[in-house]
């Protein structure tokens, strides 16, 4: 039997919502744990739960940028947070990919600041 790593990966850095855009995180989990994945913002409030339940192996999640109410989150750096809690009683494995929501731009020329 091999024993799963838990692991979770994040497809690319950089989600822009407004283009409908969705980024695609993969995790892994041990069989026999219980795995939670959710998102946080840059001062650690917690924006969406993805994922709270059995540990399935290999799984894959598509955030859209949006919180819990369905509202697109602001531009910034978001983690996306994964936690293995091993239902025998062992280490709790947490880990975490960063995500940057950007914007999407007008054009493509420069812009000048209007004092």
Not at 23 to 35: C, K, Q, V
Not at 65 to 80: A, M, S
Not at 99 to 114: A, H, K, S
């Amino acid at each position: 039997l091999s024993v799963l790593v838990p692991a979770v990966e994040v497809e690319r850095r950089v989600l822009v919502p407004d283009l409908g855009e969705t980024i695609a995180i993969s995790t892994r989990s041990p069989r026999r744990s219980d795995m939670i994945v959710e998102i946080y913002d840059s001062v650690g409030r917690k924006i969406i739960t993805l994922y709270d339940g059995i540990g399935l192996g290999e799984m894959r999640f598509d955030w859209d940028g949006r919180d819990q109410h369905g509202q697109t989150v602001d531009p910034g750096v978001y983690l996306c947070h994964a936690r293995a809690v091993p239902l025998d009683g062992g280490n709790i494995e947490t880990l975490a990919a960063p995500i940057v929501v950007g914007l999407r731009l007008e054009g493509g020329g420069i812009y000048e600041i209007e004092e």
